[in-house]
């Protein structure tokens, strides 16, 4: 459960380096996200959660 929290903790970290540090971008890209497909998010989001997996099975495996 401690490594649960502390990717949650991590992710926070990476959201708010997004929005502390590059507001326009994030804006921008909030944007453009509105514009793209449905089926193209699904596809990104799908493939960041298989990323995901990989990296934690290598590095904890």
Do not use: N, Q
């Amino acid at each position: 459960m401690s490594d649960f929290v502390a990717a949650l903790g991590l992710v926070m970290v990476v959201e708010g380096l997004v929005y502390g540090g590059f507001p326009a971008l994030a804006k921008r890209l909030a944007t453009e996200v509105l514009g793209t497909p449905e089926h193209v998010l699904r596809i990104a989001g799908l493939a960041s959660i298989a990323a995901g997996v990989c990296v934690v099975w290598l590095v904890r495996g």
